[in-house]
C-alpha cells in the first residue's frame, strides 16, 4: 500500500522549490513597484516559488554581491535557480534592473511557469551583465539570443540606452529656461514702470 500511495504522488510536489534571490536597493521608493511586481508574481506559485530579498546596501547584500561575481551600483538583479539571463521561448532575458526596463513581470511569470513545470530557462548571461557597465537595451524585450548571448546590432556601450533620454531632458531644460525668462520679465516690468 505504501508503494502504491508513493508512486500516485504528484512528482511536483516533491520538486524543490524554484528559487528567486532579488538584489537590489529595495529600501528606496522608487524600487517598490519593481519589489511589488517580483512578490506578486512569486506570490501566484505558492509553495513551488521561494522568494528570497538581499537589500544591496547591507552586510547581506554586499555578501550576496560578493558571491555571484557582482559589482557597481545595481538597482536590481534577479537570480531565477541560479541565473539572471533566461531563455524564453528561445529569447533571452536578463532579469536586471527596474520591472519594465529589459524584462517585465510577464516575463518573470512565463520563466516561473517553465521552471516550475520542470523546463530549465536559465542561459549564460551576456557580457557585462553583472556589473555596473551593462547596458539594459543590449538585448531587448523579445530579441533573439544568440550563442554569445547578444542580440545583433546591440550598443553594448554604457551610455546607449541614455542617448534616447537626450531630446527629453533638452526639451525640459529649454521649457524650464523659458519659464524663468518669463518670471524675471514679470517681476521686472512693475519695477520698470515705477521709475
Keep these: 500500500m505504501f508503494i502504491v500511495s508513493v508512486l500516485m504522488f504528484p ?3 516533491l520538486a524543490a522549490p524554484v528559487k528567486v534571490e532579488a538584489l537590489g536597493f529595495f529600501d528606496h521608493p522608487p524600487l517598490q513597484p519593481t519589489k511589488d511586481a517580483i512578490q506578486k508574481v512569486c506570490q501566484e506559485f505558492g509553495d513551488q516559488v521561494q522568494l528570497v530579498f538581499h537589500v544591496e546596501n547591507t552586510a547581506d547584500g554586499n555578501k550576496f554581491m560578493k558571491d555571484n561575481g557582482l559589482s557597481g551600483h545595481l538597482p536590481v538583479v534577479l537570480y531565477i535557480d ?3 539571463a533566461q531563455n524564453i521561448n528561445g529569447k ?5 534592473d527596474f520591472e519594465g526596463q529589459g524584462w517585465t513581470s510577464q516575463d518573470l511569470e512565463q520563466v516561473l511557469k517553465l521552471n516550475v513545470a520542470g523546463q530549465k530557462t536559465a542561459v549564460s548571461p551576456p557580457a557585462n ?3 555596473e557597465a551593462w547596458n539594459p537595451g543590449a538585448i ?3 530579441a533573439a539570443a544568440f550563442a554569445n548571448g547578444q ?4 550598443d553594448n556601450s554604457s551610455t546607449g540606452n541614455q542617448s534616447s533620454l537626450f ?3 533638452l526639451m525640459g531644460a529649454i521649457i524650464l529656461l523659458l519659464v524663468i525668462i518669463i518670471i524675471i520679465s514679470v517681476v521686472r516690468r512693475p519695477a520698470a514702470g515705477r521709475k
Excluded: H
Excluded at 533571452?92 to 536586471?96: D, K
Excluded at 542580440?151 to 546591440?154: D, I, L, T, V
Design 11 to 13: 512528482a511536483a510536489a
Design 140 to 142: 531587448p524585450p523579445g
Design 151 to 154: 542580440s545583433p546590432g546591440a
Design 82 to 84: 541560479g541565473s539572471v
Design 92 to 96: 533571452t532575458v536578463v532579469f536586471r
Design 167 to 169: 531630446p527629453i531632458y
Design 129 to 131: 551583465a553583472l556589473t
